[in-house]
């Protein structure tokens, strides 16, 4: 009988911890532009946050390659606030098409594996069609080390043979408060 107090007395510090740290932690989307520089090639239908909660917003956002691509380019780059948005630690240029087969960035993969199960394009190229990503919302779970707090910007430049053809810019806060 002892032990089985002693169990719940670490179940419930346990739990207790457990709900406070997550209630600590602020990752949300404040916002998201994005913008499509051939509409002959894509076009965006939806970029849009929906709030569903106080800490939590989703990020909706609905586009149809119109013609098939083979090469895929991405320039993206994170970006921290401090009177205006300055270059941080992350820049990179990725082959869409052969890190799909291969995740071969890691930065990128850990970018992938938060949105992948709320996307449709998770497989190998050509790209053509309708492009969507329904309901995504940030969990700090997935994230390997925490970041410092802070506002930030993920700007993404897609190419397609080399040329830009559209840009999706999502801005997110962290806040880590413990």
């Known amino acids: ?3 089985i107090f002693i169990l719940l007395g670490f179940f419930h510090i346990w739990v207790t911890l457990k709900l406070t740290y997550n209630e600590a932690i602020v990752f949300k989307f404040t916002n998201a532009v ?3 520089y051939n ?3 894509f076009v965006y239908h939806k970029c849009r946050l929906k709030a569903v909660s106080r800490n939590k917003t989703t990020l909706n956002l609905n586009g149809t390659v119109l013609h098939p691509a ?3 380019g991405l320039h993206a780059q994170i970006f921290k606030k401090a009177n205006g948005y300055k270059p941080w630690v992350v820049k990179a240029e990725l082959d869409i098409c052969r890190f799909v087969k ?3 960035n890691p930065v990128a993969k850990i970018v992938f ?3 992948k199960e709320f996307s449709n394009f998770n497989h190998s190229c050509p790209y053509v069609g309708p492009q969507i990503v329904n ?3 940030l969990r700090s779970n997935y994230l390997p080390h925490s970041i410092p707090t802070g506002d930030y910007l993920l700007s ?3 190419l397609f043979d080399k040329r830009p053809q559209f840009s999706t810019k999502i801005y997110f806060i962290f806040t880590e408060d413990l």
């Open 39 to 41: 509409e002959s090639w």
């Open 34 to 36: 994005c913008e499509s």
């Open 135 to 137: 309901g995504f919302y």
């Open 1 to 3: 009988m002892r032990t």
């Open 156 to 158: 993404m430049t897609w």
């Open 113 to 115: 594996n938060l949105f």
């Open 70 to 72: 083979y090469d895929i």
């Open 102 to 104: 291969r995740a071969y």
